[in-house]
């Protein structure tokens, strides 16, 4: 298993949303090639991938954001895919992540995750990420 940052979005990478977002989102399309380009191009997202055998089987995308308060993150779309869950690829796309932002001087790394991904959910604690109190409010445009 490897862990990288993609720097150009190929065609692979483009197939590799494609098999994973439907994986994570029923309600979100995968991202066509333009969007890959923009994502990775985004000074303020980092794309890594997962690697097993050649074959990208998860991604994660760190997302930072300066305030006035110091640089912050957050932790989005992570997806590992079906295949390859349980054998550590959500662990090491997520710790990639963390040392990415702490290289970076990120003063937290925040994320999401529905109460009934509970693998997921276990991970994440297991981690170290702490349950805030807090609502997270949405609003669509």
Known sequence: MTIEVANEATDE????FAELIPQLSQSSPPPDAAQVAALVDDPG??????RLN?????????????I?????????????????????????LNQAALEAARHRGVKAVSLTSRPSREAANRLYQRIGFTLRETNVYRYDV
């Open 13 to 16: 990478l483009v197939r590799a």
């Open 45 to 50: 997202s980092v794309v890594f991938l997962a």
């Open 54 to 66: 050649g074959e990208i089987v998860g991604t994660l995308t760190l997302v930072l954001y300066r």
């Open 68 to 92: 006035p308060t110091g640089l912050k993150a957050w932790i989005e779309d992570v997806v590992v895919d079906a295949s390859a869950r349980g054998h550590g690829v959500g662990d090491l």
